[in-house]
């Protein structure tokens, strides 16, 4: 059932000689300074996924289609912590990302917003550890 689901994943396409390789949910490097992560939905509108880029290195640029913020809230939780949010979690982060979307003057939550969210994840006592 694993090895099904890793293959599932996992998308090779070739295309005008050109191939394009990439994890569903993982950052990857795709050139100097430049990072992408696939979301793993599909349609004959975004291909196989859409993508989100990340510019630059320590203070970073995020270009991202948006704006399925409870996808975007798993897999920052997938990210940063390896799991997916609990449903009380979920109902905090929307809440949270409300609140910072209006504090900054955003009709819906924008990038500030984001990066407050992001913020407050590499925060939290779950992230944090000692040896």
């Given at each position: 059932m694993q090895k099904q689901q890793q293959l599932q994943s996992k998308v090779h396409y070739y295309h005008c000689r050109r191939k394009l390789s990439f994890?569903?949910?993982k950052i990857e490097q795709i050139g100097p300074g430049i990072r992408r992560v696939i979301a793993n939905n599909p349609s004959p509108f975004t291909f196989h996924g859409t993508g989100t880029y990340i510019l630059g290195t320590g203070s970073v640029a995020v270009i991202d289609p948006g704006p399925d913020d409870?996808?975007?809230v798993r897999a920052a939780y997938a990210l940063a912590f390896s799991r997916e949010?609990?449903?009380a979690?979920?109902?905090t982060a929307s809440a949270f990302l409300t609140a910072q979307a209006k504090a900054h003057g955003?009709?819906?939550p924008g990038e500030k917003a984001w990066a407050?969210?992001?913020h407050a994840l590499l925060n939290v006592k779950e992230f944090?550890?000692?040896?």
């Open positions: 994890d569903y949910g409870a996808a975007r949010p609990s449903d979690e979920q109902v955003e009709a819906q407050d969210f992001c944090v550890f000692l040896n």
